[in-house]
């Protein structure tokens, strides 16, 4: 089977998914280990068999719903390629705002210092997106990353092995239950937020990810409340709290946050024009 063959036939295969061609060709340069420039530039190029049956495989997982970041093992996620598992969830777009807005908040001088005290927590780190993200637009600040699950840490561990990062730590701990005192300028957070009984948990990806970083009680916010209720006392004078939260939340988190005594509140909408992160100060 040549190339442009295999694509056709995986489209009209995953007809009806969410994306049948992006899916296909992703899937296609994975098993032949090349980038999709190739698939364009070489149609004609027959598939040899051990390939084809790898590239078959991988379209029937898909086609029976499993995510491609499980399927092929990775996920391109702002400027790095993260090894995934069904032990975290799939870094999306949208958390990408997350990092933004935090970067955003770094005083221009403290980059600059090879000896920056400066320091970033980054709350329920699954593959260590967030974490990592962050650690590779700031050499010179240490960022902590933390997960309750020891998969999630090992993973994150070797994100940033894979990535060249050494300016990040790991550390297994049920939110801040193993930083003991340790206090930070910023915690940053994508923690499970949506209702137990979401339908959105039985939709396309999510079926597939572990429900323990989804759910977070009847309305959502149950961890969200966890975290800015412990935060005050690992943040530093003037430390910022983020987090990334559903699209219809933005006005609760700013809520907690200020009966919270937290000052200087904001929701950022994300690239779909929905409310996707809140952050607040502490002083």
């Known amino acids: 089977m040549r190339i442009d063959e295999a694509l056709k036939w995986a489209v009209a295969l995953l007809k009806g998914g969410e994306s049948p061609s992006v899916d296909a060709k992703v899937l296609l340069a994975n098993a032949l280990n090349v980038n999709q420039t190739y698939l364009f530039t070489w149609p004609d190029k027959v598939l040899d068999s051990q390939s084809l049956h790898t590239f078959q495989k991988a379209v029937e997982r898909r086609r029976l719903g499993e995510p491609v970041a499980y399927i ?129 948990l039985l939709e396309g990806d999510v079926k597939f990810e572990p429900r323990s970083a989804l759910t977070s009680g009847e309305d959502g916010l149950r961890d969200i409340r966890h975290i800015i209720s412990v935060s005050q006392a690992h943040l530093l004078t003037g430390g910022l709290l983020a987090f990334e939260h559903g699209f219809n939340q933005g006005a609760a988190v700013g809520e907690l946050l200020s009966k919270a005594g937290f000052s200087d509140i904001e929701t950022i909408k994300d690239y779909g024009g929905n409310d996707r992160v809140t952050l607040g100060r502490c002083y």
Request: charged content about 20%; some cysteine.
């Open 72 to 200: 092929i093992g990775e996920r391109d996620f702002w400027t790095l390629k993260l090894a995934t598992s069904p032990h975290t969830l799939i870094p999306r777009p949208d958390t990408e705002v997350l990092v933004e807005q935090v970067l955003k908040r770094i005083p221009s001088d403290v980059n600059d210092q090879s000896t920056s005290s400066f320091s970033i927590c980054d709350l329920g780190t699954g593959t260590g997106a967030i974490a990592l993200a962050l650690a590779s637009e700031l050499p010179h600040i240490h960022v902590t990353g933390v997960d309750f699950k020891a998969q999630a840490v090992a993973l994150a561990k070797q994100n940033a092995v894979n990535n060249g990062i050494e300016n990040v730590t790991f550390l297994q701990s049920d939110w801040f239950s193993e930083l003991k005192a340790k206090q930070f300028n910023i915690i940053v957070s994508n923690p499970p937020y949506i209702e137990d009984s979401s339908d959105y």
